[in-house]
């Protein structure tokens, strides 16, 4: 392996100096390094830069090994190249046995709802892709929303995905099922083949690498990648990525997998996401707060269709 710097030290610092612009993210005050896991010096190099700017520890070490992988793969290394090759971050090619139906490359706008009611309405408004995210512990009162959002929807054309309540997505016969990170770590194997079996559709939330790779080895039918930007709206565990990152998670997935930004997306900042070489884009504030819905939807699809 050749490269042109010497140590492990300018290593890191070129790695920074070329991303600090796109990738830095603020590094909490106590925050340490993570230890290395190898002595490779380049993962250490890289998992040090990765840490200075702002990956959680989990996510620097996915980095770090694919830099340590591509560089042993090209036999040199390059600062200036962030890590986007899929098998360098240890992911399968396409097509995969065992895979979620399909859904189209690009889900466009996409409405994620609190109740059947605004679900239906976002359908008939024009919104080509939506989401059902009904919050409840009453069993009977989760079943009606879904019955009711699934019929609703109904001669729209719009794609009906159901948050959490896959059982119920099933038997009311949806498009698909949405799950948190949070919701997979609790489905069981048979769970998700069960999905898959009965042809629905299924999507991942991720909220950087680590997660994103624990997504795509699913083989789910789309990704989701947030929180792109602040939001009020959700309790994130992570800070906003903002569109830099956005645009490194999509050059991975760029040939497998539909993937989708969601988080603090509005018509403002939509071009930011767009110019990240993302097309699909989660909404719910910016829909449900228009005073002219079937205005809104006509405007966020024509801004999505621009090139």
Not at 45 to 72: K, M, N, P, Y
């Amino acid at each position: 392996m050749s490269t042109t710097l010497t140590s492990t030290e300018a290593m890191v610092q070129a790695i920074v100096n070329a991303h600090r612009a796109t990738l830095a993210l603020p590094v909490a005050a106590h925050a340490v390094a993570p230890a290395p896991a190898s002595d490779d010096p380049v993962f250490v190099a890289a998992l040090q830069a990765a840490h200075e700017l702002g990956f959680i520890d989990i996510d620097a070490v996915c980095v770090a090994r694919a830099w340590s992988t591509r560089t042993r793969r090209t036999g040199r290394f390059d600062a200036g190249h962030w890590p986007d090759e899929p098998a360098d971050f240890d992911m399968a090619p396409y097509p995969r046995e065992n895979a979620f139906a399909p859904c189209p490359a690009e889900l466009g706008l996409y409405a994620v709802m609190p109740d059947a009611e605004w679900t239906v309405r976002m359908a008939r408004a024009g919104v080509p892709t939506v989401q059902l995210r009904f919050k409840s512990g009453d069993a009977q009162a989760i079943r009606a929303e879904v019955r009711a959002a699934v019929a609703g929807v109904q001669g729209t054309g719009a794609l009906l995905f159901i948050n959490d309540h896959w059982q119920e997505a099933i038997e009311a016969g949806a498009y698909g099922v949405h799950l948190g990170q949070e919701d997979l770590q609790a489905m069981a194997p048979d769970d998700l083949a069960a999905i898959r079996h009965a042809g629905l559709r299924l999507g991942l939330s991720t909220h950087g690498y680590a997660e994103m790779l624990t997504a795509e080895r699913h083989n789910p039918s789309y990704i989701a990648m947030g929180a792109v930007f602040p939001t009020t709206l959700k309790q994130m565990a992570t800070a906003p990525q903002g569109t830099g990152r956005l645009r490194a998670y999509a050059a991975l997935l760029r040939s497998g997998v539909t993937h989708m930004a969601i988080g603090g997306i509005d018509l403002h900042n939509l071009p930011e996401v767009l110019k990240a070489n993302v097309r699909s884009v989660g909404v719910v504030r910016a829909l449900m707060a228009a005073p002219d819905l079937d205005a809104a939807v006509a405007e966020w699809k024509a801004a999505l269709a621009r090139d």
